[in-house]
């Protein structure tokens, strides 16, 4: 099948809301391509989350509303985006977010379409009509720059807040409803409700500030002080992965490469050296004040401002003076 000269974003959408990680797809997308930035939306009949969707620049919206597919499961959403390229052409590029939809209906898509996925890209670029998709390798130790120079679409998904959103307009946008997908019902399984997960904690991923918890300060006392000095700042607690060992903390506070991905305005660093895994979840922060008593510690290269020395009274006297 011909390529078409597109690159296309998945929007994901829970309960009919847009997730944000589809206005960062798009603000990089929209950064690196040469070629018109497609958003690819399915939504109900009465909703109009386009109008939000054009905040961020994308050249064309294919519109899917459709009533049950806005509910499909993965299998259903794979065949109607299979049935779509078939309809459009095939586009230069297919990305959608390392989500757990993304991360489900991007693998499928690639196996029906015969093609390459790049899974968890932390950058993407072009040359050319070629997308360089990089990611950690070989446990995480290496960058490595993947293409997929034969095959189309070439796709990837990519994690929540590696790409920053920004908003832009195009007074060039184009609307264009797709009807009649014909997608196939999958019988097997039938999806009665949706909720979305109740929060058992705040969601560091959206977190403004965080106070970050790394092996240096994981003491009772540590841990205290620093929740403490959490709470004044008004942070989320987050963790490196040695303190996921602890009943309190899961991978929805780890941050880094097999955590979660944050951006917040402040990050606070204790006792946390600085592994690759780790600032691999922090590139988006904005201003990253670290502690340790290591004056070498990796972590100082990734810092606003580091101070050298005791997690525990750092902590201590921040929150004295707060
Ligand atoms: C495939 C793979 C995926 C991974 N994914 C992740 C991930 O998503 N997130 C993650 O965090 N890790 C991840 N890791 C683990 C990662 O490699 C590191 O082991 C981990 O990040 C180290 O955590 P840390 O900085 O808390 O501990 P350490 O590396 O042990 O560092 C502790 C630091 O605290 C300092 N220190 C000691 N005492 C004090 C004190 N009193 N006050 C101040 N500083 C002190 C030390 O100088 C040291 O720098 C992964 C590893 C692999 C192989």
Redesign the pocket.
């Known amino acids: 099948m011909a390529v078409i000269n597109e690159n296309w974003v998945f929007v994901e959408t829970d309960l009919q809301k847009i997730n944000p990680v589809t206005y960062q797809l798009l603000t990089k997308m929209k950064q690196i391509s040469h070629d018109p930035v497609v958003a690819v939306l399915i939504e109900k009949s009465d909703a109009s989350l386009e109008t939000e969707l054009a905040e961020y620049g994308p050249d064309k919206i294919l519109l899917i509303k459709d009533d049950e597919l806005v509910d499909g499961d993965d299998l259903e959403l794979t065949d109607a985006l299979n049935k779509l390229i078939q309809k459009q052409g095939t586009p230069n590029t297919f990305i959608f977010p390392a989500t757990v939809v993304g991360r489900s209906v991007a693998p499928r898509l690639q196996a029906w379409l015969r093609t390459g996925l790049t899974a968890d890209c932390l950058d993407l670029k072009f040359e050319g009509d070629l997308l360089i998709q990089t990611k950690p390798s070989y ?3 290496i960058m490595c720059e993947i293409t997929i120079p034969n095959n189309h679409p070439q796709m990837a998904t990519a994690r929540p807040n590696v790409f920053a959103a920004e908003k832009q307009t195009n007074s060039n946008l184009k609307v264009e409803e797709i009807e009649n997908l014909d997608w196939e019902k999958d019988s097997k399984l039938v999806i009665k409700s949706q909720l979305l997960p109740p929060k058992t904690t705040d969601d560091i991923t959206q977190a403004e500030r965080i106070v970050a ?6 003491t009772d006392a ?1 841990i205290t002080v620093a929740n403490n000095l959490a709470k004044k700042l008004h942070a989320t607690v987050g ?5 996921t060992d602890l009943d309190q903390y899961t991978v929805n506070e ?6 979660q991905t944050v951006a917040p305005d402040l990050l606070v660093n ?9 600032t ?2 922090i590139a988006n922060a904005k201003v990253v004040v670290s ?4 004056e070498h ?3 100082f290269k990734y810092s606003d401002y580091y101070f050298v ?4 009274e ?1 902590s201590r006297a921040l929150e004295a003076i707060l």
Not at 239 to 243: A, K
Not at 291 to 294: A, I, P, S, W
């Open positions: 446990g995480d130790n918890l790394g092996r240096g300060d994981k540590g963790v490196t992965r040695p303190l780890q941050i880094g490469q097999s955590g204790l006792g946390v050296s600085g592994a690759v895994q780790y691999a979840g502690v340790n008593t290591d510690a990796q972590i020395g005791n997690a525990l750092f």
